[in-house]
């Protein structure tokens, strides 16, 4: 087999519709259009566009509060990760987490959650602690700073 023998399976290459190239192209005129109409025209409306009456989402009430430009994100790290990752007295802050593959991300910043069991001394410096995972590190023997 040569390159110059090379060529597309049968189906695979389908020619583009040529559109208002004359008759005998058989999409010529109005080019599938059809006659005058919204839809004939150029830059014809969205699909929510409702001929002009309010659309939607406008007669709708609009109810509650939303504070998510200022929201914070905080990447989640369970207390059992910890133990699972790090070895007795270690430093954990947000590089060892991500360099551990724990957190890809540190976003707004960590939060270690409670779930699980810790049994390691460990220095966790992170953005926030739930009650719980601060309980167990300190049980632990360890201490839970917030950065």
């Keep these: 087999m040569k390159l110059y023998e090379l060529s597309p399976a049968d189906g695979s290459r389908k020619d583009s519709k040529r559109k208002g190239r004359g008759a005998g192209s058989g999409n010529g005129k109005t080019a599938g ?12 409306k969205p699909p929510y566009f409702e001929g002009g009456q309010l659309p939607l989402i406008r007669r709708l009430p609009k109810r509650g509060f939303t504070n998510a430009v200022f929201k914070k994100e905080f990447a989640i790290v369970n207390v059992c990760d910890l133990e699972r990752k790090f070895e007795a007295g270690a430093v954990v802050n947000a590089e060892a987490l991500v360099k551990s593959g724990l957190v890809k991300k540190p ?10 069991e810790l049994s390691k001394a460990l220095t966790v410096q992170v953005a ?3 009650a719980s995972a601060k309980e167990k590190i300190e049980k632990a023997g360890g201490k839970a700073e917030v950065v």
Excluded: E, M, P, T
């Design 107 to 116: 976003l707004d910043g960590i939060k270690v959650l409670g779930n699980g």
């Design 128 to 130: 926030a602690f739930s």
């Design 33 to 44: 259009y059809g006659h005058k109409g919204q839809l004939a025209r150029s830059g014809h």
